[in-house]
């Protein structure tokens, strides 16, 4: 299974592409999307004309930490998207597989849009190498172990590879190897074992050179 590229000039401009896109999609029939952390496209996206009263946010992670602390994707979101769109992962809460199975049972049976990053390990959501949340093939949404001094609740899989669409935004020269690990389908990086059949990566020209 190939993945569709697309290449921009430079990072600003393959953020703007993915904004635009996500904004094309939530202004046609799409309703629900999955957004990662991004200050530079949630930026964008806070700027697009979307009709956010009728669209529903969910997160594809979160780091578990107490609300507001920076650690957490949440700000980010909601400094750019009305509160009453998002619906936040209950990280906070004691009990994380009670309340992630409670977050899995929200979500619909696939999402319109789900926007991923990349980690230079070849990670994408909370999926990180050596963590048995990759071997979820049962639930929407598993709690990892501690990866980079936080926990992190997350998409799994399924829930991606249900997805009616995926868009990548992947920029920078340090994201050169693993993209292109990521385009060959190099299924020993977590990022390219999403068997999705819709995905498109929007990468600066920094990050596929080696494309």
């Given at each position: 299974m190939n993945l569709g590229l697309e290449v921009h000039v430079d990072a600003d401009a393959a953020t703007q592409r993915v904004a635009n896109l996500v904004a094309e999609r939530m202004r046609g029939r799409a309703s629900t999307l999955a957004l990662s952390r991004?200050?530079?496209?949630?930026?964008c996206l806070g700027a697009e004309d979307i009709p956010w009263q009728r669209v529903t946010v969910y997160q594809v992670d979160e780091r578990v930490a107490p609300s507001g602390h920076?650690?957490?994707n949440l700000p980010q979101l909601l400094a750019a998207i009305p509160t009453d769109a998002v619906r936040p992962m209950p990280v906070e809460e004691s009990d994380l597989e009670a309340v992630a199975a409670r977050y899995a049972?929200?979500?619909?049976?696939?999402?319109d849009l789900i926007h991923l990053g990349l980690g230079t390990d070849g990670h994408?959501?909370?999926?990180?190498p050596g963590?048995?949340?990759?071997d979820v093939c049962d639930r929407?949404?598993?709690v990892t172990r501690e990866y980079e001094g936080r926990r992190r609740m997350t998409l799994t899989y399924p829930a991606l590879e249900a997805a009616r669409e995926i868009v990548w935004?992947?920029?920078?020269?340090?994201?050169?190897?693993?993209?292109?690990?990521?385009?060959?389908r190099d299924t020993s990086i977590p990022a390219a074992r999403i068997a999705n059949p819709c995905q498109l990566v929007v990468a600066d020209v920094r990050a596929a050179s080696s494309a």
């Amino acid at each position: 299974m190939n993945l569709g590229l697309e290449v921009h000039v430079d990072a600003d401009a393959a953020t703007q592409r993915v904004a635009n896109l996500v904004a094309e999609r939530m202004r046609g029939r799409a309703s629900t999307l999955a957004l990662s952390r991004g200050a530079e496209l949630l930026a964008c996206l806070g700027a697009e004309d979307i009709p956010w009263q009728r669209v529903t946010v969910y997160q594809v992670d979160e780091r578990v930490a107490p609300s507001g602390h920076a650690d957490r994707n949440l700000p980010q979101l909601l400094a750019a998207i009305p509160t009453d769109a998002v619906r936040p992962m209950p990280v906070e809460e004691s009990d994380l597989e009670a309340v992630a199975a409670r977050y899995a049972d929200e979500l619909p049976e696939a999402l319109d849009l789900i926007h991923l990053g990349l980690g230079t390990d070849g990670h994408t959501a909370s999926l990180v190498p050596g963590d048995p949340a990759l071997d979820v093939c049962d639930r929407l949404i598993a709690v990892t172990r501690e990866y980079e001094g936080r926990r992190r609740m997350t998409l799994t899989y399924p829930a991606l590879e249900a997805a009616r669409e995926i868009v990548w935004l992947v920029t920078g020269e340090a994201k050169r190897e693993v993209l292109a690990r990521l385009l060959a389908r190099d299924t020993s990086i977590p990022a390219a074992r999403i068997a999705n059949p819709c995905q498109l990566v929007v990468a600066d020209v920094r990050a596929a050179s080696s494309a």
